[in-house]
Every structure is written in structure tokens, then in C-alpha cells.
């Protein structure tokens, strides 16, 4: 199948300092990627679609100036948590859809808070 | 918007036996269902798959099958390993349209007993 590579894999940051985590598809292009948060033992919830050259969508209750993304190409999306505090801790994963319609995960990103 | 409800929320099979996971969806415009496997700490990884125009896909020891008219759809193993334990989520989604947002069940964990 195809690959989507997420980095870092693990953050620890202070409280109040930015954190950008990379979403990168490697053999295929994506027009669109989608960025999921992910609490201990629960599904994956859809903060929002990053669009290539456009502006993200966000899903309901998620805080557009809080989580910054960028999709400035087409193999690559950026999720930055601005100021981030202790409950921003969690594991956020990100998607890309192939042009048959799979989707594709990264290997999802551990970020702790301090 | 979709909304899927995930059945049963935890299963527990004993090595060689079947398991059945079954999903509904309410969007009767959804025409793409994908079910992924997740092991901890792991990206989800797409199994298989079905789309609207299908009844029913095998792989395998996984097969899955689709009820377009009660919207609901079901992920059958057969021979269970204890490698098949992981948590398993099923997603609905409609392709070519709304950039393809997937909505996903809230997961079954899944425990092959050896």
C-alpha cells in the first residue's frame, strides 16, 4: 500500500511554546490529508481536512488559531499546536487519500505537554 | 452529517474461533467502507474494504459484507489468530464528494485467546 510518514513521533514541550508535526506522503500525491486526534482507547477524531492550496476545513469545536495547518504541496501537510498546554497532550495521526479513495496513516504523533 | 455506531465495543474470541464486528451507518449517500486494524501504539491499517456496488469482498480469512438497503456492514474473521488482536474500526464515507471526510466507529477491541 502506500505510505504516509508522520514526524516526530514522540514531543515533549514546555507549556506556552508551538509544536509542528509533518504529514508527508511518499510515493503518491494528496490532494487532501486529514489530521485526527486520538485519546486512549477511543476512535479517531476528525479535527480537519487540509486541503492542497487552500485554506483547512475544520471540523465543529476545533480551534482554527489553536491548530494551524498548512498544505502547501502535494505529499506534504503541517499541523502546528500554538501555544500548547497540558490537555492539548495527545496523539494526533494524520491521513492521505490515494486517487482510488484509500486512506492512508501516518504512524501518528505523541505529544506531551508539560 | 454521518454518524456510525460500532458493535460490540469489546470481543473476545478463543484462538481459531470467528469474530463478527458490525457497523451502521444513517447516510444513505455513503458509498465507501473501509475497516482498519489498529495495534497499540500503531498506525490504523486498512484490511479491506467495500464500496456500494459490492455485497460482499473476501480476503482471506477477512471478509466483509454490505447491506445497502438496513446501511448496515459487517467484518467477519475466520481461523482467529492471537496476532488478529487489535482494536478494529470500521468508517463510512462518501468518495468524490466532501473531499471524501471519512466518519469511523468508536472501535472494537478484539482479543484472540490462545
Known amino acids: 500500500g502506500a505510505v504516509v510518514s508522520q514526524h516526530p513521533s514522540r514531543v515533549i514541550c514546555k507549556s506556552g511554546t508551538s509544536v509542528k508535526i509533518e504529514c508527508r506522503s511518499l510515493d503518491f500525491q494528496a490532494t487532501t490529508m486529514f489530521w485526527y486526534r486520538q485519546f486512549p482507547k477511543k476512535s479517531l477524531m476528525l479535527m480537519a481536512t487540509?486541503?492542497?492550496?487552500?485554506?483547512?476545513?475544520?471540523e465543529q469545536g476545533v480551534e482554527k488559531d489553536k491548530f494551524l495547518i498548512n498544505h502547501a504541496s502535494l505529499t506534504l501537510s503541517t499541523l502546528t499546536v500554538t501555544s500548547a498546554h497540558p490537555e492539548d497532550s495527545s496523539f494526533y495521526i494524520c491521513s492521505a487519500r490515494t486517487q482510488t479513495g484509500e486512506l492512508f496513516f501516518g504512524e501518528g504523533s505523541r505529544l506531551t505537554v508539560l | 452529517g454521518e454518524n456510525v455506531e460500532q458493535h460490540p465495543s469489546t470481543l473476545s474470541v478463543q484462538e481459531g474461533d470467528s469474530a463478527v464486528i458490525k457497523c451502521t451507518y444513517s447516510?444513505?449517500?455513503?458509498?465507501?467502507f473501509p475497516w482498519y486494524k489498529q495495534e497499540l501504539g500503531k498506525r490504523p491499517q486498512l484490511i479491506i474494504d467495500i464500496r456500494s456496488n459490492v455485497g460482499e469482498k473476501k480476503d482471506q480469512r477477512i471478509a466483509v459484507t454490505l447491506n445497502k438497503t438496513a446501511k448496515h456492514f459487517s467484518l467477519h474473521i475466520t481461523e482467529t489468530q492471537p496476532e488478529d488482536s487489535a482494536v478494529y474500526f470500521c468508517?463510512?464515507?462518501?468518495?468524490?464528494?466532501?473531499?471524501?471526510?471519512?466518519?469511523f466507529g468508536d472501535g472494537t477491541t478484539l482479543t484472540v485467546k490462545p
Open positions: 468508517a463510512a464515507s462518501r468518495e468524490n464528494t466532501n473531499a471524501g471526510k471519512s466518519t
Open positions: 447516510d444513505s449517500a455513503s458509498n465507501y
Open positions: 487540509s486541503n492542497e492550496g487552500s485554506k483547512a476545513t475544520y
